[in-house]
């Protein structure tokens, strides 16, 4: 009988643990869209921020989150946030997406001075994988997304571990509009370097995937 009551009392402050705690998750992904929302001109800065002035705000409520859950691993906590804006703050969500189209931006600038024939030149005297990839890359800066996603399938056929060529697939199936495609290939980034920010593209594209 005195068991019976002991399990009873220790499944009850589980659950009220439990409630305790997706409490302050609720509140602080509210807490944090909110700051997200009354920025005006994101940046770089912009996520550092609201973190800040978010944590500060529930420092306590964090560390009472951290002493009755066993979920004290920071990165699958930072996971579990990330995904949870990615699904339910709109500003969080246009804020990855401006961020990853100023990292597109960027990538094809870097190619503008670059003719293709010099690479082509570069990979007949090397023949390393890597200049083939800056090939496959011109192509897909300059927009020959098909001639680009035919080297870079060629090149995951032979080492299909080659995380820049799956990151750089998912980045041009992005563009062409095949979320399921790219998704597929940030799950692969993200399982084989842990980089949470693909775990973040994965979910931007399966909520692209339901809207559709």
């Not at 804006?85 to 709109?90: A, E, F, G, H, T």
């Not at 293709?116 to 030149?121: E, P, R, T, V």
């Given at each position: 009988m005195k068991k019976k009551l002991l399990l009873g009392i220790l499944f009850s402050i589980s659950i009220s643990s439990k409630i305790k705690?997706?409490?302050f998750l609720q509140k602080l992904d509210k807490e944090f869209c909110i700051c997200?929302?009354?920025k005006t001109n994101y940046t770089d800065e912009t996520f550092k921020t609201c973190s800040y002035e978010v944590m500060s705000k529930l420092q306590k409520d964090l560390e009472n989150y951290h002493k009755t859950t066993?979920?004290?691993?920071?990165?699958?906590f930072m996971k579990g946030f990330l995904v949870r804006?990615?699904?339910?703050?709109?500003p969080f969500f246009i804020h990855m997406s401006d961020f990853k189209k100023k990292q597109m931006d960027n990538f094809r600038n870097n190619y503008k001075e670059t003719s293709?024939?010099?690479?082509?030149?570069k990979f007949t005297d090397t023949k390393l994988l890597t200049d083939y990839l800056e090939m496959a890359n011109w192509y897909f800066a300059n927009n020959k997304n098909e001639e680009a996603e035919r080297m870079y399938k060629e090149i995951l056929k032979n080492e299909p571990d080659q995380m820049e060529a799956t990151n750089m697939l998912g980045l041009l199936y992005d563009e062409l509009g095949k979320y399921q495609e790219a998704k597929v290939s940030y799950d692969k980034v993200y399982k084989n370097t842990g980089d949470i920010q693909y775990k973040v593209y994965s979910e931007m594209d399966l909520k692209r995937i339901k809207q559709k």
């Open positions: 705690a997706q409490d997200l929302s009354s066993a979920n004290k691993n920071r990165d699958d804006l990615i699904n339910n703050c709109d293709i024939d010099s690479l082509k030149n």
